[in-house]
């Protein structure tokens, strides 16, 4: 069974910075692609940063040059920097697994406020 534990989340001022740790047991790790998704309040969950197993990228406009998401295969962990936080970052941060149907984390807040 495929399990994902997010952590690094908590409060950061604007202009702040944060990484975000996924952590995947249950599962070969290396050759599936990664995301990271957030969904804030009243909102639709959304694409932020995405990984495949090449170790290609890809963001949105909304965070481009802001997050960036890599990955260690020998630690079964995927991470994601962010930096130059805005208060509209806020929001719960997810990370899945792009096997068959997808896995979820349970999500780690993260907060942007003075």
């Known amino acids: 069974q495929v399990r994902l534990v997010e952590s690094g989340g908590g409060l950061v001022q604007p202009g702040g910075s944060l990484r975000l740790s996924c952590a995947a047991a249950?599962?070969?790790?290396?050759?599936?692609?990664m995301g990271w998704y957030r969904q804030a309040p009243g909102k639709q969950r959304e694409l932020v940063a995405a990984?495949?197993?090449?170790?290609?990228?890809n963001y949105p406009d909304s965070v481009k040059g802001r997050f960036t998401i890599c990955r260690d295969n020998a630690k079964n962990t995927v991470y994601l920097e962010m930096k130059g936080l805005k208060p509209e970052d806020t929001a719960v941060y997810y990370c899945?697994?792009?096997?068959?149907?997808?896995?979820w984390g349970q999500g780690t807040q993260v907060t942007v406020s003075s």
């Open positions: 249950g599962s070969i790790f290396s050759i599936y692609a």
């Open positions: 899945r697994m792009n096997k068959l149907g997808g896995y």
């Open positions: 990984i495949t197993s090449g170790d290609s990228t």
